[in-house]
């Protein structure tokens, strides 16, 4: 199988497709530095004319205009006698119309099976091309999605369609913040006018949230990419989910069952495998909480819980804090380039001490994310 991974308005999709037809459509759990540099790395890509169609139907599709990809030519010789049918039975839902579990085991000829074609749905290799976010759960409830951004992601290809299911649509846009910027703006300028004219320097806000489908893939990606260029943890990341398809990614049990000969195989280092299957043990008993868990733990705690893994530092936690959950109140006082930032932004000669920074930025609360954004970007520009 051939595969291209590209840019997308919705984040990086990967490609693949034999000489049959496409033969799988992923949005990979990676981050947009992780994407370039994949895409840097693979490089032109020579591909059969219906796989280009099918690149620039999903790019048009995926940047507000609906695209009709039932025709796009299939390879589903991988999946068993009962997916193949489920798949086509979602691939004939036109653009704009949704079904449920049931109505489609029932249109199969066998109803009572809901549960069997959600999990169908849940292996769907093809996503899009099999519109598997058209398949709702009873009484309109959004149901599962195994792609990143979960639920968040399936309501946004949803609206793209036309449709819009009250609070399915909560939150819609997994790349959206959680609060207001402008107000953020307007506190961070009104408290710190050296800090209000960095801000002028740098220009509009704009940090968007990379989606996380969980938090052990999250922290999974940190402990991979730890002390490593981005192209090389890059080829590393996918050499490991490479070892775990036709899953997306590995779930925690699965690290823990593969043997460390394996993961030595795929590129990984004896301690970040030691990190690897620390992680997986923690999120297995629960001490890594899930998605929804998270979301509604306090910084501090979030901060308190990920660092008892092997390998996951207070800055990593703060990245995700910042990157993933979108969290308004996190200074980072241990990153060199804050500490930089602020040197050059504050006209220092020498970098600030964490505990310098901190009394700083006591007057930029609540909203000390996106005085740390200013802080990073200010070194883009040319010294003052």
Not at 18 to 30: A, C, N
Not at 348 to 357: F, H, I, N, V
Request: aromatic letters at 6%; a positive charge; glycine letters at 10%.
């Amino acid at each position: 199988m051939n595969t291209v991974l590209f840019q997308t308005a919705a984040g990086p999709v990967r490609l693949g497709w034999t000489e049959e037809g496409v033969s799988s459509i992923e949005l990979p759990q990676i981050t947009d530095r992780a994407a370039r540099a994949q895409i840097a790395q693979e490089g032109a890509v020579e591909m059969p004319s219906f796989a280009r169609e099918a690149k620039q139907a999903i790019e048009r599709h995926l940047s507000g205009e609906a695209q009709d990809l039932s025709r796009m030519p299939l390879d589903l010789s991988r999946a068993s006698e009962f997916h193949q049918k489920v798949y086509q039975a979602v691939r004939a839902l036109p653009v704009g119309k949704t079904s449920t579990y049931g109505q489609i085991a029932v249109r199969l000829g066998k109803p009572g099976a809901a549960r069997a074609v959600g999990q169908a749905l849940g292996r769907n290799p093809l996503l899009l091309a099999v519109p598997c976010h058209r398949v709702l759960a009873a009484e309109g409830r959004p149901g599962g999605f195994s792609a990143p951004g979960g639920v968040a992601m399936k309501a946004r290809l949803l609206e793209l369609e036309g449709i819009a299911r009250g609070s399915l649509f909560e939150g819609r846009d997994p790349a959206a913040l959680p609060f207001d910027a402008e107000e953020a703006l307007r506190h961070l300028c009104g408290r710190d006018a050296r800090l209000a004219r960095a801000i002028d320097r740098v220009g509009p806000f704009r940090l968007r949230l990379a989606t996380m489908q969980t938090p052990f893939e999250a922290l999974a990606e940190s402990i991979v990419y730890q002390q490593l260029t981005g192209r090389a943890a890059a080829t590393i990341l996918s050499r490991v989910v490479a070892l775990f398809r036709p899953r997306r990614f590995p779930r925690a049990a699965d690290l823990l069952a593969a043997p460390d000969p394996l993961l030595r195989g795929a590129g990984l280092s004896r301690g970040k495998i030691a990190a690897l299957k620390d992680l997986a043990a923690k999120s297995e008993k629960g001490l890594v909480p899930g998605l929804g868990r998270l979301r509604s733990m306090q910084d501090d705690e979030i901060v308190e819980r990920l660092t008892q893994v092997r390998g996951i530092g207070r800055w990593t936690v703060e990245m995700l804090l910042i990157f993933r959950l979108g969290r308004p109140d996190v200074l980072p006082a241990g990153d060199y380039g804050v500490r930089k930032g602020f040197a050059r932004a504050f006209g220092k000669r020498d970098l600030p001490t964490p505990k310098e920074l901190l009394a700083r930025g006591e007057r930029w609360r609540p909203f000390r994310t996106v005085a740390s954004w200013y802080l990073w970007r200010i070194l883009e520009l040319p010294a003052a």
